[in-house]
């Protein structure tokens, strides 16, 4: 069996699907690809049991067959060809032989009867979603998902369906974000939590091309171009996250989002290593921010502009936490809305982008005494 390949075209498939190769596992077939060639399709496929990536080029080959290559070696080989024609013969004795003009090349192969079978979504629910929607609310909810395992369902993105638009929901117990897409408006209320892992491999995937959705019980599959992305769910229940957004948050602050952040970045340095604790003091259209290191005998404290409207407050946080809720308002000014130094506070952009909807939610830490 022979076919014949551009290498800079196989380079942009197989850069695609390497993703779900898995560094480490105990299943030595689980570090190949899937080479199947079908009446002149040749689809590739890796898996690491929990992702699966599959796509597909149309090749002149002359039969039928299935094998499994070594990944990474087939992949840096494949990159460091240049832009070359490649000839790929199979012999009988499971070699795969590829030749260029300058050179060839032998990598065995071997049968795919133990490769597991890539997971087949049925396309009964179908949701088209542009790429680049997908990837911002993606980016800007991702970094608030637990790590901890604990609590399986928070270590994943929730994907909730309702007639308010598609919410993307995270939250590690410290923080939680919520954004929502009101273009895609669900009749019937449905929860699918993605794994963390997938959600990164996920936004590195996608572009501005629309992405098709096809969602089950157990998988959900994203279809990007001729690219079929794959991941288990997360079967548990989300927790009943809206029971901790507070509703009565009435004192208002409203900041530059680039004068708080750089001041946030260098209380950072001055903040203890253990409590990494931060401390806004906030008054009639004044906040100062302070940081103390007792046990290095550092210390820091900075006037912020701003407008408040409300009772004067100290309120303590983690400098880390507060930084990332920043970081991911995307508008020049930022609204925080507290009600007391114990109670969570709501971070959101002064000016909400067309058809979204942003909210960071931050818990505070008890000030020392």
Do not use: W
């Amino acid at each position: 069996m022979q076919f014949k390949l551009n290498s800079k075209s196989l380079e942009k498939l197989l850069s695609r699907i390497i993703p779900a190769v898995p560094t480490r596992t105990p299943m030595p077939v689980l570090e190949n690809f899937l080479f199947n060639i079908e009446d002149g399709l040749l689809t590739v496929c890796a898996t690491d049991l929990e992702i699966s990536l599959r796509s597909s080029v149309n090749v002149p080959a002359d039969e039928n067959i299935k094998m499994v290559i070594p990944a990474r070696l087939l992949y840096d080989v494949i990159r460091s060809l240049g832009d070359t024609q490649i000839n790929f013969i199979t012999d009988g004795n499971s070699k795969l032989k590829l030749s260029t003009d300058y050179g060839s090349y032998n990598i065995g192969y071997s049968s795919a009867e133990d490769f597991p079978e890539i997971p087949t979504v049925q396309k009964d629910k179908e949701i088209t979603i542009k790429g680049s929607e997908l990837k911002k609310a993606i980016d800007q909810t991702a970094f608030a998902m637990s790590k901890e395992d604990m609590r399986p369902a928070m270590t994943g993105t929730l994907f909730e369906f309702t007639e308010d638009g598609l919410k993307f929901v995270t939250t590690d117990g410290h923080r939680l974000v919520r954004f929502i897409n009101k273009r895609l408006i669900s009749k019937t209320a449905e929860q699918y939590i993605i794994p963390e892992r997938a959600i990164s491999v996920l936004s590195k995937q996608l572009g501005e091309s629309d992405v098709k959705v096809y969602l089950s019980k157990t998988f959900v599959s994203f279809q990007i171009g001729d690219l079929e992305f794959i991941t288990r769910l997360i079967g548990e229940k989300y927790p009943a996250y809206g029971s901790v957004i507070p509703l009565e948050n009435e004192n208002i602050l409203k900041l530059k989002r680039d004068d708080i952040q750089s001041t946030i970045k260098r209380m950072i340095l001055f903040s203890s290593s253990n409590s990494k604790q931060v401390k806004f003091s906030i008054g009639k259209n004044k906040l100062e921010v302070s940081a103390e290191d007792i046990d290095h005998g550092s210390s820091a404290v900075e006037t912020v502009s701003c407008e408040y409207k409300g009772e004067p407050m100290d309120i303590g946080f983690n400098t880390v936490y507060v930084n990332d809720i920043i970081s991911h308002v995307d508008d020049d000014e930022v609204i925080i809305k507290l009600h007391s130094p114990t109670k969570a506070c709501i971070v959101e952009p002064a000016k909400q982008s067309e058809n979204e909807d942003l909210m960071l939610l931050l818990m505070p830490v008890r000030l020392n005494s």
